[in-house]
C-alpha cells in the first residue's frame, strides 16, 4: 500500500511558540490530503483538507488562521500550529491518497505537547 | 455523510474469531465500506474495504448483505496484537471517502 510519512514524531514547545509538522506521500503524488486531530481515548476530528496548489479548506470550529496549511507541491503539506497553547496539545494526523478513487492512507502521527 | 455505528468495545481471547459489525442504514449507492486498525499513538492502518458480498483478504473478511445497512469484519484466529481500535467508515468512492467520519470505532481487546 501507499506510504504516507510524517516529521516530527513527536515535538514539545512553549506556549506561545508554532510548530510545524510535515505529511509526506513517498512512493505517489497527492493532490488531496487531510489533517486530523485526536485527543486521547476519543476518535479522529477532521480538521482540514489540504488542496495542492491552492487554500485548504477548514472545517467549521477550526480556527485557519491558528491552523495554517500549505500544500505546495504534490508530495508534502505541512500544518502549522501558531501560537501553541496547552489546549492544542493532542496526536495531529495527516492522511492522503493516489487520487480520488483510491483508499486514504494515514501518517504515523504527530504527538504535540505543549508547555 | 452515512453515519456509523459500532460497538464501544469487545473481548476476545487468542485464537478466537472475532467478528465486528457496523451498522450504516443510510449508506448511499455509490459508497464504499471501509474498515481501519489504529494502535495506541499510531495513525489508522488501512484493513479491508468492499461494496457488496465478501471481500477477503491475507488479514480478514469484510460480510456485507444485499440491503448493504451493516457490514461484518471478520478477524480469523486473533492474537494479541490484535489489541486496537477499529473502525468502520462509509464513503463515496467516487470521490475518494473525502472527508472521512471517523465514529466512536470499537476498541477490541484480546487476553491470553
Known amino acids: 500500500g501507499a506510504v504516507v510519512s510524517q516529521h516530527p514524531s513527536w515535538v514539545i514547545c512553549k506556549s506561545g511558540t508554532s510548530v510545524k509538522i510535515e505529511c509526506r506521500s513517498l512512493d505517489f503524488q497527492a493532490t488531496t490530503m487531510f489533517w486530523y486531530r485526536q485527543f486521547p481515548k476519543q476518535s479522529l476530528m477532521l480538521m482540514a483538507t489540504?488542496?495542492?496548489?491552492?487554500?485548504?479548506?477548514?472545517e467549521q470550529g477550526v480556527e485557519k488562521d491558528k491552523f495554517l496549511i500549505n500544500h505546495a507541491s504534490l508530495t508534502l503539506s505541512t500544518l502549522t500550529v501558531t501560537s501553541a497553547h496547552p489546549e492544542d496539545s493532542s496526536f495531529y494526523i495527516c492522511?492522503?491518497?493516489?487520487?480520488?478513487?483510491?483508499?486514504?492512507?494515514f501518517g504515523p502521527g504527530t504527538r504535540l505537547l505543549v508547555l | 455523510l452515512a453515519k456509523t455505528t459500532q460497538p464501544i468495545s469487545m473481548d476476545s481471547y487468542e485464537g478466537q474469531e472475532v467478528n465486528i459489525t457496523c451498522s450504516h442504514n443510510n449508506i448511499a449507492t455509490n459508497d464504499y465500506i471501509t474498515w481501519y486498525q489504529q494502535f495506541p499513538s499510531q495513525g489508522p492502518r488501512f484493513i479491508i474495504q468492499g461494496y457488496k458480498t465478501k471481500v477477503t483478504n491475507e488479514v480478514a473478511s469484510l460480510f456485507i448483505p444485499a440491503d448493504r445497512k451493516s457490514s461484518t469484519l471478520s478477524l480469523p484466529r486473533v492474537s494479541l496484537s490484535d489489541t486496537a481500535v477499529y473502525y468502520c467508515l462509509v464513503g463515496d468512492m467516487n470521490t475518494g471517502f473525502q472527508k472521512l467520519v471517523f465514529g466512536t470505532g470499537t476498541r477490541l481487546l484480546v487476553s491470553p
Open positions: 489540504s488542496n495542492e496548489g491552492s487554500k485548504a479548506t477548514y
Open positions: 492522511s492522503a491518497s493516489q487520487s480520488v478513487q483510491e483508499t486514504q492512507y
